[in-house]
């Protein structure tokens, strides 16, 4: 029973859109309260809500209560489009609704603007937010207390009064329901500190998170100084030994040093005496070769003398010996020739065998051609006396011919089945690649079958292996056997057809249904759907013509944009009268409002909208819902299968004429076979006939010819008398010539010995001269070995002496070099001091210098690096104890803060969920269930894994479990989350909180004890302003007087507002009820 309402509004509506004849009008049954109930209210609680052209509205205006608010009404009336306003109107994102993505979506079809107005309590001022929404380019304009604003502005100004749309613990819109069981408990902890919580709460929680994760990354940071340090201590330990020794080895070097640099001095010193006294040496060595020279003079001009006369005898000599060589070389030349005259006398006579040896062989030839002739004459009488075959061979043409005749017309039948086999062939290949194309597209659309509903796939798999136990006809799941002739239509059939039923197999016979529907869902457990189709309706006429729709846009009915069995489209125009649904285009959406009053048009599509059209069954007004029309999914992919069933059969029948064309062929061949079989015969028979006819004429014609080569034989008989005669004119000739090549050869040889005698006495001449000159020689050779010995040991000394001079003065720039002397700079005094107490031979230095050297190997592996890196540790050692000092001080400091913080956050917290727990618990009691909330984390110091958990139980012999997206109930969940929301209603700081339709998922009992526990929670005057949002109620539920019902109308006998009278609504109301009275 509802009790008196004292405090009670009214919210007016009315909704008159120009692409509908239906109107909306929200109502509920009280009027303006005074001033006096804003003192129950919190600052940004809402006063006034107006919306225009906005979602359902033409224009509404709410004027909510201090506390509960219950929105009641059926569903699509705007209920929700309430919500959308409160959120879209203070800020919110689209995305909170879960609606549309684009603010522009929100304004009410066929208005390019919209606008929301919202007017919340504020001490000192209420204020009052104003959004104006366009659709073209989804931007809206903004005021606040009548001023130009921006978004910004709007939401600091909803901050500053704790509103959040955007937390689900204060607005849980219908579409984000679910997501409350979803959150997780971190989630739901920060949306609870948010919601009711102190305004310092969240930030000490978000502070203590930034502290801790500062706090790790200090540790981390002096720990890892604090590793790097010891490590740095530990190298430059390791190090210090070899510094030392690094030391000792530089000492050892400066020695070194100091011994190279003396010994170039040493070695320039030893140099210049060891010049000193080659130079001497060399001038001693002089003044011998000068006296000796001096003694051995006239013996050496008598040996010049001696050359001189020798010089012309050599050179005759020399003429003599290239004359000689010209004369042999003539006399050698002129053999030659002989030799190639005699070659030529031995060709002559082997010319003049072979003309014998070929006339020996042409009388053979004769001899024999004669005895050939004698023995043909013999065999040609023999055949003389035979009878005449050629009336055999005549017959034997004749049937050659016919056989000849047939096998042509044979290989002319063969060679057309051929032809035909390969046209056959051909055509089939064509066929089959059609064929294959269309089951690649039928795998395709299988494939999207298996990917979304793997069990009707299952049963496809099933049905094909076992189509043979069904009597009548059984189709596929529509989906694989709906073939769209455009793809462009795809989406209108996808849309009007449930996916249900698109995914159906369509029997012809109940029985087969009802017995496939046995194995695979009883027996196999699959989820899978099957309908039969009765009668056959698939031509079954439209209500209205197309023709009389064009004008509209309409140009097509849905069932002529696609293909299916008989029993499928004639299930779906009985299900869903495809044949009565038009498509239409761009034109069909601009001429909307005349469309809809069109009889017999109930749905029909435009080009990116469906459209439904109702019809009051009381008031014959008509009403429009349009949706738009999402892509395909399923039938995008069309694939013909009559055209299939067609390519198929024409395969098997062109696989038969192959078959029935090799059939011919075979037998084809088997005539030919046997007509070269006959061919053969014959022709053999035919040969030897003929061979016989014409051997008495071959023996004729050979016996003419063996004739006439005889005498072309005997008419060719070489003359060998002739041929010898002409052989010996010739050898004659060539011995004349022999004769005159040989005087020729005799003066040659004359004359090179004449010139060979004159050689001979010009060397013994040579000879004589030549002893003379040696024995002088010999005479003086004595001295001469002396005298080179001399000049030898001078040119050495004297080379010598060069030499040591180069060296002494290129020792000493070296030793100058080496200490960096110039070339007139005197020796410096230190040097001299350091090179006193240094060894003054080059044996004790090099020996000095091996034992340094050797101790200074002993040093190996160190350099100047190791030094180095030492003292540049030592200051970053010193740099890091005082970095790590910093860092200790400053993570001493951020473990301060945290502690600090963390008192300031946590006993709170603790305080605040404990009194959630309460009330939670309190709730579930009442209810006969049990729920707790507690504080829940796995580890204290990691501030960001804090959260509260819900844990709850609805049966006595279940045990408390955590609230999840998959344990519990949607019901369970639903009054988890109103109860939770409850017990943050008496400790909210926010202004308002909104619930839609939450209820829903509830059984009567729950969703009663849910509302008592509501209205009781939010109509104490400690809470805030509270949205229930329903679109049904139980009956006799306990209200209370400060709580407020607007119920929310849609219809198109509603009155508009400024007509309407509460006054006459309650006097027909009581009106009714007497009448019902004395009825009863």
């Known amino acids: 029973m509802v009790e008196p309402v004292k405090k009670r509004r009214l919210l007016q509506a009315y909704n008159e859109s120009s692409r509908s004849t239906g109107s909306q009008t929200s109502s509920n049954t009280a009027q303006l309260a005074g001033k006096g109930e804003e003192e129950g209210r919190m600052d940004g609680s809402i006063l006034r809500l107006a919306m225009k052209n906005f979602l359902t509205y033409d224009y509404a205006e709410v004027c909510p209560g201090p506390n509960l608010n219950m929105i009641v009404g059926a569903n699509g009336t705007g209920k929700s489009s309430i919500v959308c306003a409160i959120c879209l109107g203070l800020a ?63 939401e600091e100004e909803v901050r500053n009064l704790h509103i959040q749309v955007s937390n689900l613990c204060q607005f849980l819109p219908q579409e984000k329901v679910g997501e409350f069981a979803k959150m997780s408990k971190v989630e739901l902890l920060e949306a609870t500190e948010k919601s009711v919580g102190s305004p310092e709460m969240f930030e000490y929680h978000c502070q203590l998170k930034n502290f801790r994760t500062k706090e790790r990354e200090l540790e981390n940071t002096v720990k890892e100084k604090a590793n790097f340090l010891e490590k740095a201590r530990q190298r430059n330990e390791r190090n210090k030994l070899d510094v030392n020794r690094y030391y000792e080895r530089k000492r050892h070097l400066e020695v070194i040093e100091l011994l190279e640099k003396k010994k170039p001095l040493v070695e320039y010193e030893t140099t210049r005496k060891d010049h000193e006294a080659a130079k001497k040496e060399r001038d001693e060595t002089k003044t011998q070769l000068v006296a000796l020279k001096q003694a051995k003079a006239p013996i050496v001009r008598k040996i010049q003398q001696i050359e001189e006369q020798l010089q012309p005898i050599e050179a005759q000599i020399k003429a003599k010996t290239t004359v000689i060589k010209d004369a042999s070389l003539k006399c050698k030349q002129k053999q030659d020739q002989l030799d190639r005259k005699h070659q ?307 395969i098997k029948d062109c696989q038969s004429k192959v078959r029935d064309i090799d059939e011919q062929q075979r037998a084809l061949e088997k005539n030919v076979a046997a007509l070269n079989l006959r061919d053969n015969e014959l022709l053999a028979e035919k040969k030897r006939l003929c061979e016989l006819k014409g051997k008495k004429r071959q023996l004729e014609q050979k016996i003419s010819t063996k004739q006439d080569s005889l005498k072309q034989m005997e008419n060719n008989v070489i003359d060998l008398k002739k041929v010898e005669a002409e052989t010996t004119e010739k050898i004659a000739a060539v011995i004349t010539q022999k004769v005159t090549i040989v005087a020729a050869f005799i ?96 044996d004790e230095i090099d020996a000095r210098l091996n034992e340094e050297r050797a101790r200074t190997e002993c040093f190996s592996g160190l350099n100047e690096n190791v030094v180095e890196e030492y003292n540049r540790r030592e200051q970053e050692i010193k740099h890091l104890e005082k970095e790590l000092e910093e860092k200790s001080n400053n993570l001493s400091a951020y473990r301060q803060k945290i502690t600090e913080a963390k008192e300031r956050w946590l006993n709170p917290l603790k305080q605040l969920v404990e009194q959630i727990n309460n009330k939670f618990s309190d709730f579930f009691r009442s209810m006969q269930c049990a729920g707790e909330v507690d504080l829940h984390t796995e580890n204290e110091e990691e501030y960001d894994k804090y959260g509260i958990r819900i844990r709850v139980k609805f049966h006595s012999h279940t045990q408390l479990h955590e609230l999840t997206p998959h344990h519990q109930s949607g019901g369970e969940r639903s009054v988890s989350t109103m109860l939770y929301l409850m017990a943050l209603q008496e400790l909210n700081r926010c202004p308002f909180r909104v619930v839609d339709e939450i209820n829903q998922g509830m059984d009567p009992v729950n969703e009663r004890r849910v509302f008592n526990i509501v209205v009781r929670t939010a109509c104490k005057e400690t809470t805030s302003q509270y949205f229930f949002i329903t679109p049904k109620l139980l009956q006799n539920l306990q209200y209370a007087n400060e709580m407020m019902v607007l119920c929310v109308h849609n219809g198109t006998n509603m009155l508009p507002p400024n007509e309407w009278s509460e006054r006459k609504f309650i006097k027909r109301c009581l009106g009714r009820k007497a009448r019902a009275s004395h009825q009863t």
């Open 344 to 650: 030529e006398i031995e060709d002559i006579k082997q010319r003049l065998r072979l003309k014998q040896m070929e006339e020996e062989e042409h009388q053979k030839r004769i001899s024999n051609t004669r005895r050939n002739i004698k023995d043909l004459m013999s065999e040609l009488a023999k055949v003389a006396d035979q009878p005449d075959v050629t009336p055999k061979i005549n017959n034997i043409n004749d049937e050659l011919r016919r056989i000849q005749v047939d096998k042509a017309r044979v290989e002319g039948e063969m060679s057309d089945l051929r032809r035909e086999r390969e046209n056959i062939r051909a055509e089939m290949k064509m066929l089959e690649k059609k064929l294959n194309d269309m089951n690649s597209m039928m795998k395709a659309k299988e494939e999207r079958l298996r990917g979304r509903f793997r069990d009707t796939y299952t049963a496809l798999q099933w049905l094909r292996q076992n189509k043979h136990l069904y009597s009548g006809k059984v189709y596929e799941p529509m989906m694989l056997v709906i073939n769209v002739k455009d793809h462009r239509y795809a989406k209108y059939v996808e849309n009007h057809i449930s996916l249900h039923d698109l995914r159906a197999f369509v029997f012809q016979k109940k029985e087969d249904m009802e017995m496939f529907m046995r194995e695979v869902r009883d027996k196999q457990n699959l989820k899978v759907n099957s309908v039969f189709s009765v009668d056959s309706l698939s031509t079954q006429q439209p209500a209205r013509d197309i023709e009389s729709l064009r004008h509209f846009g309409f140009f097509t009915y849905l069932r002529e944009t696609f293909e299916a069995p008989d029993e499928v489209m004639s299930y779906l125009c009985q299900q869903y009268k495809v044949h009565n649904v038009p498509v239409g285009n761009e034109q069909t959406k601009a001429m909307i409002g005349t469309v809809i009053k069109e009889p017999n048009l109930r749905v029909f599509f435009t080009t990116d909208e469906r459209y439904t059209v109702k019809k009051s069954f009381y008031s014959h007004k008509i009403s429009t819902t349009n949706s738009s029309i999402p892509t395909s999914q399923y039938l995008t992919i069309t694939v013909d299968a009559e055209q299939k069933r067609q390519l198929e059969q024409q």
């Open 92 to 154: 919110g994102k689209t995305a909170v609704l879960g609606r549309g993505d684009k603010v522009g979506l929100y304004v009410k079809r066929g208005c390019l603007k919209g606008s929301i107005e919202i007017e919340l309590f504020k001490r000192g001022g209420n204020v009052v937010i104003n959004r104006e929404i366009h659709a073209e380019n989804n931007q809206s304009l903004w005021t606040i207390n009548g001023k130009h604003s921006n978004q910004k502005s709007v």
């Open 747 to 842: 003066d040659q040889m004359k004359l090179r010995a004449k010139l060979s005698m004159e050689k001979v006495h010009l060397a013994l001449e040579t000879v004589g001269l030549t002893a003379e000159k040696t024995k002088l020689e010999h005479d003086c050779r004595e001295g001469a070995s002396e005298l080179k010995s001399l000049e030898q040991r001078y040119e050495r000394l004297d080379q010598r002496r060069v030499q040591l001079n180069e060296q002494c003065k290129s020792l000493l720039r070296k030793a100058k070099a080496t200490c960096n002397m110039t070339g007139d700079q005197s020796w410096p005094e230190h040097l001299r001091t350091a090179f006193s107490k240094l060894p003054d031979t080059l």
